[in-house]
T-cell receptor, first 113, second 113 residues
């Protein structure tokens, strides 16, 4: 299965600032996704990162708050914009190649002060 | 009613015990079922995936799906301290649109030596 690396692994940020999280896969993959994992909650899909086009966002998530890029088949970024304490969470990148199941990175642990 | 219900535990068992982890769901369209294991400060790691009803075995792990009852289980035989983790069930209606995985909240398992 693909190896997925995320940067940074954790960060503490001030409210009102933005942070960009990077996701690198060691091989070309068909699809890449971004999830949020809040304490005591299910993993929630934020969006599907589409190569060469705008991301597809799930209900409750908007591009202005979570802009996503996917310039090629191995790399994607998620930006958390204008952060507030409610954005404190773990953000996970996942990838899928063809008909294979999704695999996940280790996540970015984000705290907003 | 949430689409996927999973008892968050925590579940504590002695080493060598048989562990049963379960999820119930409400959407009868779900056909693909997955179990992920998540160690502390790590991303979810795929353990097993199954299609429709029936059993699937992999070493000490057995996944069971009962679509008539909308109930899935993961059994761990001869549990080890290294099995201590949070176990997430996930399911989807279509394999091709696996981006729409719906996750349970996870069950935290502790196996005591």
């Amino acid at each position: 299965s693909a190896v997925i690396s995320q940067k940074p692994s954790r960060d503490i940020c001030q409210r009102g600032t933005s942070l960009t999280i990077q996701c690198q896969v060691d091989s070309q993959v068909t699809m890449m996704f971004w999830y949020r994992q809040q304490p005591g909650q299910s993993l929630t899909l934020i969006a599907t990162a589409n190569q060469g086009s705008e991301a597809t966002y799930e209900s409750g998530f908007v591009i202005d708050k979570f802009p996503i890029s996917r310039p090629n088949l191995t790399f994607s970024t998620l930006t958390v914009s204008n952060m507030s304490p409610e954005d404190s969470s773990i953000y996970l990148c996942s990838a899928r190649q063809g008909d294979q199941p999704q695999h996940f990175g280790d996540g970015t642990r984000l705290s907003i002060l | 009613q949430k689409e996927v219900e999973q008892d968050p535990g925590p579940l504590s068992v002695p080493e060598g015990a048989i562990v049963s982890l379960n999820c119930t769901y409400s959407n009868s369209a779900f056909q693909y079922f997955m179990w992920y294991r998540q160690y502390s400060r790590k991303g979810p790691e795929l353990l097993m995936y199954t299609y429709s009803s029936g059993n699937k075995e992999d070493g000490r792990f057995t996944a069971q799906v009962d679509k008539s009852s909308k109930y899935i289980s993961l059994f761990i035989r001869d549990s080890q301290p290294s099995d201590s983790a949070t176990y997430l069930c996930a399911m989807s209606a279509k394999w091709g649109s696996q981006g729409n995985l719906i996750f349970g909240k996870g069950t935290k398992l502790s196996v005591k030596p």
